[in-house]
């Protein structure tokens, strides 16, 4: 090499990164045609990590401190370059910074619903929204797995994959939990912590730390929480006792009793004829009375005709049903009497 040619070179005494731009996770250190001295300092600040890459192949990594470039200090770099001795030239390597503070109050939800086998409701949908916290780890999987050798990766373009993987992460680990929805959304803390263990390994993969994980808000899809706001509503009002289910269903035929009162035949055309008519007021019967009394673990036995006759009597005189539909039951119920 001519006096000119190196008078001409552009040589580094000192590598570090200022971290100017908010939301960077990894920088490469801009070489252009500048070499490394030999016996340059290199700076590594807190929350800072940085990876030496020659011609693609990783080579040293450096924590926090003030190193000096050696063949002691470079030991990997020094063997891919064959230096058997102590190099005196400057030499040439990509040299990467990673940012691995905190990155803190960043906002995750579900765009789509995702589908989940549930306790209660069979299948269901269910959407949630929340705010997670993470870091840069480990500094080789996140060149290999994400960053690469672009001159910069942001925060905004790390998210774009994290978000593909949450939402991954969060259907298999809800579904193999087999936590009611009902016992997430009251208890959306054991959620989140059932959740977080599977997503910290996914996120391990790429070089990502997990730091924290919470869940704001659990909801179903319109459709589905009108479903269950009426199953809510049946319990309130028919009383669901031990049997959940024929709560529910009591709900139904009492919902349907205004119905009724406006077809012809009263509440004896809901059904086939006289059997039905009979059948369905035993049932209305049965419901308000169980809506008065406490819940009892075991069915009662079945009520006299005596009792039935005067509560079907009752509600004749509330205008509850009409007087053909009174004299109806009223007749089939003395038949059961006198045999």
């Given at each position: 090499?001519?006096?000119?040619?190196?008078?001409?070179?552009?040589?580094?005494?000192?590598?570090?990164?200022?971290?100017?731009?908010?939301?960077?996770?990894?920088?490469?250190?801009?070489?252009?045609?500048?070499?490394?001295?030999?016996?340059?300092?290199?700076?590594?600040?807190?929350?800072?990590?940085?990876?030496?890459?020659?011609?693609?192949?990783?080579?040293?990594?450096?924590?926090?401190?003030?190193?000096?470039?050696?063949?002691?200090?470079?030991?990997?770099?020094?063997?891919?370059?064959?230096?058997?001795?102590?190099?005196?030239?400057?030499?040439?390597?990509?040299?990467?910074?990673?940012?691995?503070?905190?990155?803190?109050?960043?906002?995750?939800?579900?765009?789509?619903?995702?589908?989940?086998?549930?306790?209660?409701?069979?299948?269901?949908?269910?959407?949630?929204?929340?705010?997670?916290?993470?870091?840069?780890?480990?500094?080789?999987?996140?060149?290999?797995?994400?960053?690469?050798?672009?001159?910069?990766?942001?925060?905004?373009?790390?998210?774009?994959?994290?978000?593909?993987?949450?939402?991954?992460?969060?259907?298999?680990?809800?579904?193999?939990?087999?936590?009611?929805?009902?016992?997430?959304?009251?208890?959306?803390?054991?959620?989140?912590?059932?959740?977080?263990?599977?997503?910290?390994?996914?996120?391990?993969?790429?070089?990502?730390?997990?730091?924290?994980?919470?869940?704001?808000?659990?909801?179903?899809?319109?459709?589905?929480?009108?479903?269950?706001?009426?199953?809510?509503?049946?319990?309130?009002?028919?009383?669901m006792g031990a049997d959940?289910?024929?709560?529910?269903?009591?709900?139904?035929?009492?919902?349907?009793?205004?119905?009724?009162?406006?077809?012809?035949?009263?509440?004896?055309?809901?059904?086939?004829?006289?059997?039905?008519?009979?059948?369905?007021?035993?049932?209305?019967?049965?419901?308000?009375?169980?809506?008065?009394?406490?819940?009892?673990?075991?069915?009662?036995?079945?009520?006299?005709?005596?009792?039935?006759?005067?509560?079907?009597k009752g509600l004749l005189?509330?205008?509850?049903?009409?007087?053909?539909?009174?004299?109806?039951?009223?007749?089939?119920?003395?038949?059961?009497?006198?045999?």
């Open positions: 090499m001519g006096l000119g040619s190196f008078i001409k070179k552009q040589f580094i005494d000192v590598i570090q990164w200022n971290e100017d731009t908010e939301g960077v996770l990894s920088w490469r250190y801009p070489m252009q045609d500048f070499e490394i001295q030999n016996g340059a300092m290199l700076t590594v600040r807190e929350s800072q990590m940085a990876m030496f890459v020659n011609e693609g192949q990783i080579a040293d990594v450096f924590g926090p401190g003030l190193h000096k470039l050696t063949t002691q200090t470079l030991p990997v770099l020094t063997n891919l370059k064959n230096w058997d001795k102590l190099f005196a030239s400057p030499f040439k390597s990509d040299v990467y910074f990673f940012s691995t503070r905190i990155q803190t109050g960043r906002k995750w939800g579900t765009p789509q619903p995702i589908t989940i086998r549930d306790k209660d409701f069979d299948m269901i949908r269910i959407r949630a929204f929340g705010m997670y916290s993470y870091r840069v780890t480990d500094p080789r999987k996140f060149f290999t797995e994400i960053a690469g050798t672009r001159d910069t990766y942001t925060r905004d373009e790390v998210e774009e994959q994290l978000r593909g993987i949450m939402l991954a992460s969060m259907a298999s680990s809800l579904g193999a939990s087999q936590l009611p929805f009902l016992d997430m959304a009251a208890n959306q803390a054991l959620m989140a912590q059932q959740v977080k263990g599977g997503l910290a390994n996914d996120f391990g993969r790429y070089g990502i730390g997990l730091d924290e994980f919470n869940i704001a808000s659990v909801s179903l899809p319109e459709d589905l929480q009108k479903a269950l706001d009426e199953r809510i509503s049946a319990g309130m009002k028919g009383g959940k289910m024929a709560g529910f269903t009591r709900f139904q035929v009492a919902s349907s009793i205004p119905l009724a009162a406006q077809n012809e035949g009263g509440l004896a055309g809901l059904g086939a004829g006289l059997g039905a008519g009979v059948v369905f007021g035993q049932t209305m019967a049965q419901g308000m009375t169980e809506a008065m009394q406490p819940q009892q673990a075991a069915q009662p036995a079945e009520e006299p005709v005596e009792a039935r006759l005067e509560k079907l005189d509330k205008g509850l049903i009409s007087a053909a539909d009174y004299d109806t039951a009223k007749a089939e119920l003395l038949k059961k009497l006198i045999g």
